[in-house]
């Protein structure tokens, strides 16, 4: 086994899938920082990603996780190469102290500060996750599989707090399911965790379903973008 | 507050990083469309890199290709990776009615070029329009059952000078998702508040238009381009009705071959009278180019004033319009055209359904033959050029991932015993493919 490079950290997980919604790209201009531009699938809508892993070995031990993202446009350096997608977490979810300071502390990542309850019930073909809080609903997502395929993917992250604007590759490893067949949906709750979003507006349908199983999450070192 | 900015990352990993594949050969268009930098040529590198080291061989070199012929049910073009001619099949070309090389058609254009020389030479609003201009929206006209008609350069210009024209900042458009990107830019022209409701889903346009305030103008197509279905038209005019919205049509696909008359999908449901504007274009089922808008002579009035993209462009050529003003007329004088359009669909959608063949829910004389592994469509496009028949491959992000396909347009100037051919073609391919 290698051993990773300095500043990279891995994050095995058994599951992480992904709903892509489409959302007013006002309501998503009102999310992101002013040196971030959403990306548009159609005009004048933007897209929300939801994304829930199941971590089973990392850093901090065994822990889920909520992501609320929206997708930007990705930076490019000259020479450069585009990553697969480029997006802005602005809020997750977990279900343990020690992964939501880890990530805070490590990533400069949005968190909601507290714990939620995440469960996953996977079938063949599809998964629904139930995320709640307090007894609440926060969310309950069902997605679909399509073909599987192993694949590596880069991605770009975007993070922004008080501290300043950083960027980070995640790279994506494993056998990966993805599909534009609308046979998805999405609940999204009246509760705290969903207070950025315009809930009404949000597409109950999600146009993309990306579903990855046993696989890897690697983080690249952070670049810190703006100072202040 | 002073910030300083830094460069974003431009050194390779460390050469024993975990694996970081870009995967560029599985990139397409919709990853080039986005990206942030200093400098606006910083894209044309990566975009360069992905179209020569990647795109262009693995098969986008099927799309540019240059035919020699008119788009005639056999053609000659050029290959687009070795450069070689090819004598090919043609079930790819618009020319629904066979109506671009029909020989009336090409001595009215021949007539035109001798009395007013190739080009308008004008805006239409100033010297630009001429005698064959005010004929051709005449004959449309009366054509379609209207007050009046508009011509505009091409097909494009009309929904973008119609709709910027028209709608304001503040008014709403709501939108089929698939509706052309003509439409979608005069909506992002206008400033209009825009909404899409899922494809042909009256349902979703219901929720769409709930509580929206104002001036509202709903758009549907006639045939949708890369589907080849129809507008669930009744549903959706009376769902505009009710939440008191004007309701828009584009028969760019459907002109002229649906309907009693040729008058388009309004036509054939026998709603001609409850559309408020009726759009199409002269490239499909009459084989030249331009586009027109029908309806009430006040809207054509206004839209006089104000379809910038008509106001601000040189009118379109006298000899494409006095051609298709001849191709107009004869599609009139000669329905047995479009009973033999649909006989040839019927044959061929009968060739496809014995052999299996998936074309999804096209209904039309557009019909997409599904492959759905959207790996694979360049290959069997190569293929299928290579055993002699032309077809485009359709590929994300012009439809959906895994929704790749071929699109078939049928013509009334194909014969069945052409059409056998194509499919015994595109069968055999297919079978070799393992598509079916």
Not at chain 2, 24 to 37: I, T
Request: glycine share 8%.
């Amino acid at each position: 086994m290698s051993v990773l490079p300095e500043g990279f950290v891995q994050y095995h997980f058994r599951t992480a899938i992904g709903g892509f919604f489409e959302i007013p790209t006002a309501n998503a201009i009102r999310i992101l920082p002013p040196h971030l531009q959403p990306v548009e699938p159609h005009h004048g809508q933007s897209v929300l990603s939801v994304m829930a892993f199941d971590f089973h070995d990392s850093l901090v031990g065994a822990y889920g996780e909520l992501i609320y993202s929206v997708h930007v446009a990705p930076r490019l350096a000259p020479g450069g190469r585009l990553p697969r997608a480029a997006f802005y977490p602005f809020l997750l979810g977990t279900t343990t102290k020690a992964s939501r300071e880890h990530a805070i502390e490590r990533w400069h990542l949005p968190h909601f500060m507290d714990d939620i309850a995440l469960t996953f019930d996977r079938g063949p073909h599809d998964i629904r996750i139930n995320a709640a809080h307090g007894g609440k609903p926060i969310v309950d997502m069902h997605l679909t599989d399509h073909s599987w395929e192993n694949v590596s993917h880069n991605y770009q992250c975007h993070m922004h707090d008080a501290a300043g604007s950083y960027q980070s590759t995640i790279v994506m490893e494993g056998p990966f399911s993805e599909s534009e067949d609308e046979r998805g949906s999405i609940v999204v709750h009246d509760h705290a965790f969903n207070a950025a979003l315009d809930r009404g507006e949000i597409n109950t349908t999600p146009f993309r379903e990306m579903w990855l199983k046993d696989g890897l999450q690697t983080f690249h070192p952070l670049q810190l973008l703006v100072a202040p | 507050m002073a910030h300083q900015t830094l460069p974003p990352e431009s050194t390779p990993p460390p050469p024993d990083a975990p694996a970081s594949n870009g995967a560029m050969s599985e990139y397409d268009y919709s990853n080039f469309f986005y990206s942030s930098s200093d400098d606006l040529f910083t894209i044309f590198g990566a975009y360069d890199d992905w179209w020569y080291g990647h795109a262009r061989e693995k098969g986008y070199y099927l799309f540019y290709q240059a035919m020699s012929t008119a788009p005639k049910p056999r053609i000659e073009l050029e290959e687009g990776l070795h450069h070689e001619k090819r004598a090919l099949l043609n079930l790819a070309s618009y020319n629904y009615l066979g109506l671009s090389y029909h020989p009336e058609v090409i001595a009215a254009a021949k007539g035109a070029v001798d009395q007013y020389g190739l080009g308008a030479a004008g805006s239409p609003t100033l010297s630009g329009t001429m005698d064959v201009h005010v004929q051709l929206e005449q004959a449309l006209a009366r054509h379609m059952g209207k007050e009046a008609a508009m011509v505009f350069p091409t097909g494009y210009s009309t929904n973008v000078g119609l709709i910027s024209g028209l709608v304001r900042p503040g008014d709403t458009i709501i939108m089929d998702q698939n509706v052309h990107a003509s439409i979608v830019d005069g909506a992002i022209l206008s400033k209009a508040n825009t909404r899409f409701f899922r494809h042909n889903r009256p349902d979703e346009l219901d929720r769409k238009l709930r509580d929206v305030k104002g001036k509202k103008l709903v758009i549907v197509e006639g045939v949708y381009s890369m589907d080849g279905d129809v507008a669930l038209l009744p549903e959706m005019v009376a769902i505009a009705k009710k939440h008191g919205a004007r309701i828009m049509i584009d028969e760019a696909h459907s002109g002229f071959v649906y309907g009693p008359t040729g008058r388009g999908v309004a036509e054939h449901f026998g709603l001609d009278d409850q559309i408020d504007i009726h759009v199409g274009t002269f490239s499909k089922a009459l084989g030249g180019m331009g586009g027109y808008v029908a309806g009430s002579k006040s809207l054509i009035n206004y839209l006089m004033g104000f379809a910038r993209s008509r106001v601000f462009s040189c009118a379109l050529s006298p000899v494409v319009t006095a051609g298709v003003l001849k191709a107009l007329e004869i599609s009139e004088r000669e329905p047995q055209l479009r009973e033999r359009l649909w006989a040839n669909v019927a044959h061929l959608r009968k060739r496809f359904a014995d052999a299996g063949v998936d074309v999804a829910e096209s209904t039309s004389q557009i019909i997409p033959v599904m492959i759905r592994k959207d790996p694979r469509v360049f290959a069997i496009g190569e293929a299928l050029l290579n055993a002699g028949l032309y077809l485009q491959p359709i590929i994300y992000p012009a439809v959906a991932k895994h929704k790749s396909r071929f699109r078939i347009s049928v013509s009334s100037v194909h014969t069945p015993e052409l059409l056998d051919s194509a499919a015994d073609i595109l069968i055999d391919v297919l079978q070799r493919e393992k598509i079916l």
